[in-house]
């Protein structure tokens, strides 16, 4: 970007071909931290680890509040300290060039303020809100998944408060439109057609779905590394390959849905199990992951008797992974969504201690009227 080479495609950089394959707003990110550290290696490193820091700090702060809203104060304090425990927060945070960390935080502010948004008396905040929301889609698309179900359902609960509230998400969802548009604009310059943020997905559904296709698509495994294919790519172009990929696996799914309905099973097993970190604590990693993620499963369903606002968490991680369980699933993919599953945790933990103490109150009574009861029968005293 610094050498006025900006967004090329990530496969054929060499060609200096321009590409709607990426999201502009996270290399725009490092780009202007590269730019603030004038070209130095150690500066420009330093910066990104404080960019991050300060990330992850906010997705701590979101997720305290955000199980605050739904499960009471003390709740939120003890799932902000659960998150910041919890190995891959600490793992994506030190990962400087992924964006898996910036789309967590991103993610558990969404409904947060979706709801502010909504429930505001002017109309800066939804204007605030969706501008928040159109960057979120700049940093990636997959944040829409997150973003509509939550304004489709603060519009259904807004009609308790009449039409300001679905006022407000409306103007929200046009704001962050509008902050979308000069990029889609862009790429109907560059391409002499419409493409979404990410003009992609016909790649990455024939990267899951072909004849020897994965359930699990590393880098070492994606077909554009190719040599045929990098060479069909050149040839055609970005959005015409595109949509070569897109009707190959269309054909491929049609002609083996038995096995694509096994490959989606396959994945929605990897997207929730993949081990996040490698080599000999692969197993322990996982064990790791898989044990708080469960039990904010479990604390999302119970809090859904404590009302609506349990919906705030349940409806993103139900709708953002559906893209993944039809294309290809990796561990990163899971991570953003970590964030709300970690806000049901401490209610979890809270009604087994309960349940324990409840049941140790019920046996110490019961051996305690037992004891009563023996040592009255020993002194032959009539307890009646």
């Known amino acids: 970007m610094l050498a006025e080479r900006a967004f090329p495609n990530p496969y054929l950089c060499d060609r200096h071909f321009p590409s709607a394959w990426r999201s502009p707003a996270h290399p725009a990110l490092l780009m202007g931290a590269l730019w603030i550290a004038r070209g130095s290696e150690p500066a420009f490193l330093l910066s990104i680890q404080l960019l991050y820091s300060v990330v992850s700090a906010l997705t701590v702060l979101g997720v305290r509040r955000l199980s605050a809203q739904i499960f009471g104060g003390r709740a939120g304090r003890h799932a902000g300290w659960i998150y910041m425990l919890y190995p891959p927060s600490i793992y994506y945070a030190i990962r400087s060039t992924s964006d898996a960390a910036l789309i967590a935080a991103l993610v558990v502010w969404t409904p947060l303020l979706v709801r502010s948004a909504s429930e505001s008396r002017s109309g800066v905040r939804p204007v605030l809100v969706g501008a928040f929301i159109g960057f979120a889609a700049l940093v990636n698309p997959i944040t829409i998944a997150v973003a509509l179900p939550l304004l489709g359902w603060q519009t259904w609960l807004a009609r308790d408060i009449g039409m300001r509230g679905v006022l407000n998400t409306a103007l929200t969802g046009a704001v962050a439109v509008t902050c979308v548009l000069p990029w889609l604009i862009r790429n109907r310059i560059m391409f002499d057609e419409w493409i979404f943020i990410r003009g992609n997905f ?145 209610i979890v933990v809270v009604s087994v201690a309960t349940l324990g103490r409840k049941a140790l109150a019920k046996n110490f009574l019961r051996s305690s009227v037992s004891r009563s009861r023996n040592r009255c029968e020993r002194n032959e005293i009539d307890v009646c």
């Open 202 to 346: 016909g790649t990455e559904l024939m990267a899951g779905n072909r004849g020897n296709g994965h359930a699990y698509v590393g880098p070492d495994c994606f077909y554009l590394n190719e040599p045929a294919e990098r060479a069909l790519l050149e040839g055609l172009g970005e959005p015409a390959y595109n949509r070569h990929c897109y009707g190959r696996a269309i054909e491929w799914i049609c002609a083996d849905q038995g096995r694509f309905q096994r490959l989606c099973g396959r994945r929605i097993l990897v997207f929730w199990t993949k081990e996040v970190f490698w080599g000999r604590f692969a197993a322990a990693s996982s064990v790791l992951v898989g044990v708080p993620l469960a039990l904010g499963a479990v604390g999302l369903l119970l809090g859904r008797r404590l009302g609506n606002s349990a919906y705030q968490a349940i409806l993103p991680v139900l709708t953002y992974p559906l893209v993944y369980y039809i294309t290809h699933a990796q561990a990163r993919y899971r991570f953003p969504i970590d964030a709300l599953l970690m806000t049901g945790i401490p």
